[in-house]
């Protein structure tokens, strides 16, 4: 295992640069998990660690050693890519032997290591199947195992789930965050899919345009984001926001005027923003319900059913769709006009630049 550290690490093709002085620890052991928009950059990044991407400026360090000049092979980490590149003329054992025999590495060892990898993954009774007898999942499994038996100080993932169909994404994300506890290593892990982050992460690095917009651990983005794009790429249904201005300010306690004739109580920094500002404010579709002493109005364009959980969503007097959240299989009918209520919980308020000024402690009753 061994740390990994990013010192203002930038990368241009010609004269476009992707990615912008991105400075990051990664402690050894953790778990880290870049995600963002396609075109953000996590992909060049993760390919500048593993050496596949030439740094064009600042530093990388594994373990310590600035690995810059250092040719892939011989910086301690193992990835993991989309496409499996699995051989597919051997069979499972071979695809897994074939890095440690070209290292020249002893039979012995490479049986051990491979009967070890094949134990964690259970891949036992494929290991002399070739890989179009096996499905995307098992193929996945070998992939992942051929970089378990390079014992490497980082792991890399670059989107390796992104192939699969649903059912198999959520069996696959947990089988990768078991092997994480098993193996206690470091791993570095790239994906488009919020979801795959929020439950996989130890942190998340949130990239946009290639730099980094917000470091932190899941749930701590999730109800503190940074800004209005944190707040909006984290969680499934997104983060509902709504225009308004402030009517009242004293101290940190404000007032928002929404459109409607609505006025909503939220709590700020002091000093953040002052009568007269626009804000957006933000709700979480969980806090967010129907109920006869709702303070918004809403005209119900969708209902979704899924089990526990109806999605309702709805057009509010601006003209912006929000998303509630119930849980009381009583769902509103579509066309109708209800009340929508906002519940306990944070009332994010973001600034006109789109900087979040919520207090830390800001949730309301």
């Given at each position: 295992m061994a740390e990994v550290t990013l010192h203002g690490v930038s990368k241009a093709y010609?004269?476009?640069?992707?990615?912008?002085?991105?400075?990051?620890?990664?402690?050894?052991?953790?778990?880290?998990?870049?995600?963002?928009?396609?075109?953000?950059?996590?992909?060049?990044?993760?390919?500048m660690i593993a050496g596949l991407e030439e740094v064009t400026g600042g530093d990388v360090l594994i373990g310590g050693q600035r690995v810059n000049d250092?040719?892939?092979?011989?910086?301690?980490?193992?990835?993991?890519?989309?496409?499996?590149?699995?051989?597919?003329?051997?069979?499972?054992?071979d695809n897994m032997a074939f890095g440690l025999r070209n290292m020249g590495t002893a039979r012995a060892d490479i049986d051990r290591r491979?009967?070890?990898?094949?134990?964690?993954?259970?891949?036992?009774?494929?290991?002399?199947?070739?890989?179009?007898?096996?499905?995307?999942?098992?193929?996945?499994?070998?992939?992942?195992?051929?970089?378990?038996?390079?014992?490497?100080?980082?792991?890399?993932?670059?989107?390796?789930?992104?192939?699969?169909?649903?059912?198999?994404?959520?069996?696959?994300?947990?089988?990768?965050?078991?092997?994480?506890?098993?193996?206690?290593?470091?791993?570095?892990?790239?994906?488009?899919?919020?979801?795959?982050?929020?439950?996989?992460?130890?942190?998340?690095?949130?990239?946009?345009?290639?730099?980094?917009e917000q470091v932190g651990a899941p749930l701590e983005l999730y109800e503190r984001p940074a800004n209005l794009f944190v707040a909006g790429f984290l969680g499934s249904p997104k983060m509902n926001f709504l225009r308004g201005r402030v009517a009242v300010a004293q101290g940190s306690d404000i007032g928002i005027d929404l459109a409607g004739g609505v006025r909503l109580p939220a709590r700020v920094r002091p000093g953040s923003v002052r009568?007269?500002?626009?804000?957006?404010?933000?709700?979480?579709?969980?806090?967010?319900?129907?109920?006869?002493?709702?303070?918004?109005?809403?005209?119900?364009?969708?209902?979704?059913?899924?089990?526990?959980?109806?999605?309702?969503?709805?057009?509010?007097?601006d003209g912006t769709t929000v998303v509630a959240e119930l849980r009381d299989r009583r769902a509103p009918a579509v066309g109708s006009e209800v009340p929508l209520v906002i519940g306990p919980g944070i009332r994010h308020v973001f600034d006109a630049d789109g900087a979040a000024v919520t207090l830390p402690e800001g949730d309301l009753p």
């Open positions: 010609g004269g476009t640069q992707v990615i912008h002085d991105v400075s990051l620890e990664v402690a050894q052991g953790e778990f880290v998990v870049f995600v963002g928009p396609s075109g953000c950059g996590k992909s060049t990044l993760l390919r250092t040719a892939a092979r011989d910086r301690g980490v193992a990835m993991v890519f989309q496409n499996y590149a699995l051989y597919p003329h051997m069979s499972v054992r491979i009967a070890k990898a094949a134990g964690i993954l259970q891949l036992e009774p494929y290991l002399d199947r070739k890989p179009r007898a096996m499905s995307g999942g098992q193929r996945q499994r070998v992939a992942i195992g051929r970089a378990i038996v390079r014992e490497p100080e980082v792991f890399l993932f670059d989107e390796p789930l992104s192939n699969l169909d649903a059912a198999l994404r959520v069996q696959m994300r947990t089988e990768i965050a078991k092997l994480h506890h098993a193996l206690g290593a470091t791993m570095i892990y790239v994906t488009h899919d919020q979801t795959e982050a929020m439950t996989m992460a130890d942190r998340i690095v949130v990239l946009r345009a290639g730099r980094i009568q007269g500002d626009e804000v957006t404010l933000g709700l979480r579709p969980e806090n967010l319900g129907v109920a006869p002493d709702g303070e918004l109005r809403g005209h119900v364009d969708v209902v979704e059913q899924l089990g526990s959980v109806q999605l309702v969503y709805a057009t509010v007097p």
